[in-house]
């Protein structure tokens, strides 16, 4: 019997593990034979360390499933329940599954519709998928598919497609990791014209303090607005990896929304309460802008400088826009304070535009001088929305990857990032490289290929 305390202790700090499937019911045991009907449900029962696993299927969800109601918003699922540090609560897929979230029956009129409102810290969501948000709205508003302000989550592997919502959208909180997520053809057609003008891939707009977020190997296409858009960023934001194209376009070819691939800083009318006492300085590495209505990279009228480096960019309106502000002056200026290094530029009437070359760095660039298609083996757009590898990573594709003796090869300037051969190659791929010259697995830990 003196065993037994601490028998009982032990057994008591076991994780559980909870399941939620489409043919549910909340009133269930919630294990595995008789799961929950709703994430909702699944986050009642778990404590920190505890996984609630998603079977796969269709959820349809209805608007009697909207959790919480306040003012103007309507969280279909409202994860409020936080983890805790090396306890997160993990929602995420079934092994081998497909949860996907239909909302395309929750219409409250004139409300914002949020499929996940995400305010808790130390959450996992990894595997799910949203469809079919929608805005019911004719005056500026927007619905979301994700939407976090909590600090220390980790999303992945999410899909947000074929709705009229924010693929992902981060309005507070630090320390999020979001990866290997991908938004694509979302489109409102209902607010201010249907020309889907607030309908990112992803948005990210910490507030004061809201530091350490990053984006990694993302996808956003087709929609209606930007690919990326962090505006109104109080704090620096890392995009790595990531990519984007044919945003601000209907899959027919129509104009929507802005349109621009990365839209990195500015403040907008933020700057009518005040800026930033430090403006935020934000990282764009190894990411590809290709095809987008209007810029592929756009530094947005930042009053400030971003770095740069190993980016790559096809067939965009403009390839790189480095607008500036001067807000002493109110007025727009050639960009400056960038760091600018190892970027690739084809395929554009406008390849660098809006540069203050003398105030900034540019070091190991080709902004399409002297090439051809012929240094590239494809530059065919459609390569990158293949579908993702087994483990989630960003599929293998020949796309704007140097030919053996194209003009990027060996072309930029040594730094920090690892490399093949004599230097650096321009842009965001290496030559020989099977996978990307530098790649982030799950562990966070830096390793070369």
Avoid at 89 to 107: C, M, N, Q
Avoid at 189 to 202: A, I, K, L, Q, T
Avoid at 288 to 302: E, L, Q, T
């Amino acid at each position: 019997m003196r065993f037994l305390l601490p028998l009982l202790l032990a057994s008591a700090a076991h994780a559980a593990t909870w399941y939620v499937a489409p043919d549910g019911d909340d009133k269930a045991r919630g294990d595995k034979p008789h799961p929950f009907a709703t994430v909702q449900k699944g986050q009642a029962a778990a404590a920190p360390g505890d996984t609630v696993i998603l079977r796969g299927g269709t959820y349809a969800m209805k608007d009697s499933m909207i959790a919480h109601r306040e003012r103007i918003w309507a969280y279909v699922t409202f994860l409020d329940k936080s983890g805790k540090p090396g306890k997160p609560i993990t929602y995420r897929a079934e092994t081998g599954e497909k949860p996907v979230f239909d909302l395309s029956a929750i219409k409250p009129p004139g409300i914002r519709v949020h499929a996940f409102e995400v305010e808790g810290s130390y959450l996992v969501l990894d595997g799910i998928a949203v469809t079919g948000v929608q805005v019911t709205a004719t005056q500026h508003t927007q619905s979301i598919c994700f939407s976090n302000t909590g600090s220390n989550n980790r999303y992945e592997r999410l899909q947000m497609h074929d709705g009229m919502g924010i693929g992902f959208y981060l309005s507070g909180g630090s320390n999020n990791l979001v990866v290997d997520c991908d938004a694509w053809n979302n489109y409102d057609p209902v607010s201010e014209g249907g020309r889907g003008g607030n309908v990112d891939g992803f948005g990210c707009h910490p507030k004061r303090g809201d530091t350490g977020n990053v984006f990694r190997g993302c996808r956003a296409w087709l929609n209606s607005d930007d690919g990326f858009d962090c505006i109104s960023a109080w704090e620096s934001i890392r995009f790595e990896n990531c990519w984007s194209l044919q945003n601000g376009k209907s899959p027919e070819g129509k104009s929507l929304g802005d349109g621009n691939g990365f839209k990195i800083g500015g403040f907008g009318l933020e700057a009518v309460r005040g800026l930033p006492r430090e403006i935020p300085r934000h990282t764009v590495i190894r990411c590809v802008a290709a095809s987008n209505k209007s810029s592929g990279f756009y530094a947005n009228h930042h009053p400030g400088g971003s770095d740069w480096t190993h980016n790559s960019a096809f067939g965009n309106r403009a390839n790189f826009n480095f607008l500036g502000r001067d807000f002493t002056e109110d007025r727009d200026i050639p960009g400056k304070d960038h760091n600018i290094r190892n970027n690739l530029s084809f395929g554009s009437r406008n390849e660098l535009s809006q540069i203050n070359r003398e105030a900034c760095q540019l070091a190991g660039n080709i902004f399409g001088e002297g090439l051809t298609e012929k240094d590239f083996v494809s530059l065919d757009v459609k390569l990158l929305t293949a579908p993702r590898q087994p483990d989630g990573s960003l599929p293998e594709t020949d796309f704007m990857k140097p030919k053996p003796k194209g003009k990027m090869v060996d072309a930029g300037e040594k730094g920090s990032e690892p490399f093949t051969g004599r230097a650096p190659d321009a842009g965001a791929f290496e030559l020989g490289d099977d996978r990307r010259a530098a790649e982030i697995p799950r562990d966070g830990k830096r390793v070369i290929r």
